[in-house]
């Protein structure tokens, strides 16, 4: 087992010829140059490079108070925010916590339960979230960079009210914490108004890039997680992201894989993991993927599934549908605990075989056994490997993926920076709620919904 996260292509090779890595390799170098030398495309977004090693000190001792006294004083935290500003933070949440982490009890727990919301406009789910807080002590960390989308928007009102209901305006300002632009968006103008604490987002990182930032910090450390780890995890694969030749490079082998996998027409790449708390680290992922290269009519199409749940849905698909699609699994080596399975007098379920076998020896036989008949249907299969579920080893996952995608989107020949598609639902939105300004696609969008 490696003391670090590592990326293994070895069981795709049989899909790949040497001469495709070569020149893949060579597409990936230009690409790292340009995001090292910030020559490509989207360049004033590069911040997240140096993020660990060049972070606001005194914002991160900041964040780590207001995490204590959210400890101290809430029995509650919601984080309300949407895409970049929220999968980030549950994503860490659930790796590393408890499988089970609001249902614990609290003297177990010793933090805040936390909740999401803001990232959906169903009222029946602020509604239910809503009674689940009831009358209990809660804070809130809104978190928008740009201070202006909807969906947060709706919730930070709604909830706003709640608090101020209960505790009065002054006491409630005491509980906000905002996460936005430092000087720009309607969020920054109501959090100096109002005299919320308020963390910043750098102008040079993008939503998806932004969990190792106040954005992901701070919701992280109030349930109880180590931040100083997470972000010395993410320094020590910055520095083989950075410094480290090809054949040593595991975002560069990751993108230029993935690169040659999609010239062969897998436009699809599912990640796979074999731990339902990594769930959510396949969201984010696909945030940063589908956002930074779904593009110009290009990208491949990010999926995820959590097996061997899914084994039992979309195994079948995955096995032998179209064969659009290349699979990379997450495989976390040493599980939190061990469970034996110990042996009965009696047969009866037939799993006596297994007697005195670990279950994680179940699960990684489930995994190889996966893998090899994947790759018997066609499916290339790649691999991270995730040492443990820790602070540190996600910081390395993080900043690793990160890479990888900017490297990825030049090769691709995109910018993987921007979302511009992002706006189109958006627009009618507003045309169709009546937005100021939107008046004149109103009636023209009501008449094509008859
Ligand atoms: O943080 P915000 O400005 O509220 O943005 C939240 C999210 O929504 C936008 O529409 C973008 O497509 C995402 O990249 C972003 O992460």
Not at 304 to 322: C, K, N, P
Request: one cysteine or more; aromatic letters at 10%.
């Amino acid at each position: 087992m490696a003391n670090k996260v590592t990326f293994d292509y070895s069981k795709a090779k049989v899909f790949i010829r040497e001469n495709e890595v070569k020149l893949m390799s060579k597409l990936a170098q230009d690409a790292k140059d340009a995001l090292i030398n910030k020559t490509c495309a989207g360049n004033d977004f590069l911040g997240w490079i140096d993020l660990p090693v060049n972070y606001d000190k005194e914002e991160f001792a900041r964040i780590k108070k207001a995490a204590e006294k959210i400890k101290e004083d809430s029995e509650v935290l919601l984080v309300i925010g949407i895409g970049g500003s929220y999968l980030g933070a549950r994503a860490a949440i659930e790796f590393l916590q408890n499988n089970f982490y609001n249902m614990l009890p609290k003297e177990a727990r010793k933090t805040p339960e936390i909740y999401y919301c803001g990232n959906n406009l169903s009222s029946s789910y602020l509604y239910d979230l809503m009674g689940l807080v009831g009358d209990r002590d809660f804070s809130i960390n809104m978190i928008s960079k740009s201070g202006t989308t909807t969906e947060p928007a709706v919730a930070f009102r709604v909830f706003k009210e709640k608090l101020e209901k209960k505790y009065g305006k002054e006491e409630a300002a005491k509980r906000i914490y905002c996460t936005t632009d430092k000087a720009k968006g309607a969020l920054k103008h109501l959090a100096d108004e109002e005299g919320y604490e308020t963390f910043v987002v750098p102008d040079d990182v993008g939503g998806r890039f932004s969990v190792l930032t106040a954005v992901g910090l701070l919701p992280i450390a109030v349930s109880g997680a180590d931040i100083d780890q997470l972000m010395a995890g993410a320094a020590s694969a910055r520095e083989r992201c950075l410094n480290n030749a090809f054949e040593e490079n595991d975002a560069m082998q990751y993108a230029a894989i993935r690169n040659i996998l999609l010239r062969k027409g897998k436009s699809v790449e599912i990640t796979a993991s074999y731990e339902p708390s990594l769930q959510y680290i396949g969201e984010w992922w696909k945030q940063l993927f589908g956002e930074s290269e779904g593009k110009d009519q290009r990208g491949i199409f990010p999926a995820s599934v959590t097996l061997t749940a899914d084994l039992h849905s979309m195994g079948q698909f995955i096995q032998d549908g179209s064969r659009i699609m290349f699979e990379t699994v997450l495989n976390v080596e040493k599980p939190k605990a061990q469970i034996t399975i110990n042996e009965e007098p009696v047969d009866l379920d037939g799993l006596n075989y297994l007697a005195g076998k670990d279950m994680d020896f179940i699960n990684k036989s489930a995994m190889n056994g996966t893998i090899l008949a994947h790759t018997d249907g066609d499916v290339p299969n790649l691999m991270f490997s995730i040492p443990e579920q820790n602070e540190f080893y996600l910081g390395e996952l993080f900043y690793t993926y990160e890479f990888a995608c900017g490297v990825s989107g030049n090769i691709l020949g995109v910018n993987p920076f921007d979302q511009p598609g992002v706006e189109s639902y958006k627009k009618n939105m507003f045309a169709l709620l009546g937005k100021p300004g939107y008046e004149a696609m109103t009636a023209q969008l009501l008449e094509r919904l008859k």
